[in-house]
């Protein structure tokens, strides 16, 4: 089992710039391939950025490419986005997701948890 908690969330402005955090729990974390996802009001459940378990690689939508920076921390049992340039259409509620193992990060449905999720509004 698995707990995810997201922090960091907020209010900026368009331009600005936030860093979520994604504390988990566990002793296997560093197993985890682990992912950013958001979901804006009336809108489906997306996928931001993804992080593999073995070897490090990233992966991004292409709507945050060059703006949002996905990294983890194993020792720290930690993962983070950094997002920059920040624009009222990243307005949504970001969630922090685990998957055991799994190469293939972009699909929501191949997570194990989820965390609850933050708040980040972007006003223009």
């Known amino acids: 089992q698995v707990q995810l908690v997201e922090s960091g969330g907020g209010l900026v402005q368009a331009g600005g710039s936030l860093r979520l955090s994604c504390a988990a729990s566990?002793?296997?974390?560093?197993?985890?391939?682990m992912g950013w996802f958001r979901q804006a009001p009336g809108k489906e459940r997306e996928f931001v950025a993804g992080i593999s378990w073995i070897g490090g690689s990233t992966y991004y939508a292409d709507s945050v490419k060059g703006r949002f920076t996905i990294s983890r921390d194993n020792a720290k049992n930690a993962v983070y986005l950094q997002m920059n340039s920040l624009q009222p259409e990243d307005t949504a509620v970001y969630y922090c997701a685990a998957a055991w193992r799994k190469y293939n990060v972009y699909e929501s449905a191949g997570y194990d948890y989820w965390g609850q999720g933050t708040q980040v509004t972007v006003s223009s």
């Open positions: 566990g002793r296997t974390f560093s197993s985890y391939a």
